[in-house]
């Protein structure tokens, strides 16, 4: 395959995401990702010492770009919009959602525990800002974001149609909302956990 230009680290992050993303660890050695997206192994080796090195740099990239891509999203005070709104982000950014998703697993032990697990409470920020600071949130927004997530892992590479979508996102916030806004008390007895209104 003939080598072609890329002009910027950004390019290089974005495409070394959408390899990472379709093939996750197996397929990231720093020759193979250097031949999938068509520059020398050198010019990696120029930036990046190592390919544990390129992937993080990736992760924090993607990350980051991904909070800057939801600060742009429409504001709206109507939470069940605003789910709704969430949803089709990161059904919208499948790609950027599994590549994280690989990275994690795969460098799980790099992440500290914390109060509610080990993903980085960070992951969960756009679910956050829709419940805002309750007792309960951040083990809410964990389990939204998990939810929502792993259809994007079943989807990903294929993007539903545009109807497929409207339909996946519509019943998504229908199942999530109650549970993010109603008062829910969990009870928990030997039988197993049940879930009541209160």
């Not at 379709?22 to 999938?36: H, I, N, Q």
């Not at 994690?104 to 980085?120: A, D, E, I, T």
């Not at 956050?128 to 990903?156: C, P, R, W």
């Amino acid at each position: 395959m003939p080598t072609k230009k890329i002009a910027s680290k950004e390019e290089i992050l974005i495409n070394v995401r959408r390899v990472f993303a379709l093939s996750g660890p197996e397929g990231a050695s720093m020759r193979s990702l250097a031949k999938e997206v068509g520059i020398s192994p050198s010019v990696f080796y120029h930036y990046y010492s190592d390919r544990d090195s390129l992937l993080l740099e990736m992760f924090n990239f993607t990350t980051k770009q991904l909070g800057l891509a939801r600060k742009n999203l429409p504001p709206t005070e109507d939470k069940k919009e605003l789910l709704r709104q969430r949803v089709d982000f990161q059904i919208e950014h499948m790609e950027e959602i599994v590549a994280i998703m690989k990275y994690f697993l795969h460098f799980k032990n790099n992440f500290p525990k914390n109060k509610s697990g080990y993903v980085p409470e960070t992951a969960c920020t756009h679910m956050l800002e829709i419940l805002g600071d309750t007792k309960d949130s951040m083990q809410k927004a964990k389990v939204m974001t998990h939810a929502v997530n792993g259809f994007a892992l079943e989807y990903f590479p294929n993007m539903p149609t545009n109807s497929e979508r409207e339909e996946l996102v519509d019943y998504v916030t229908e199942f999530l909302y109650p549970g993010a806004f109603e008062n829910l008390k969990i009870d928990d007895n030997r039988k197993g956990v049940k879930i009541k209104t209160k």
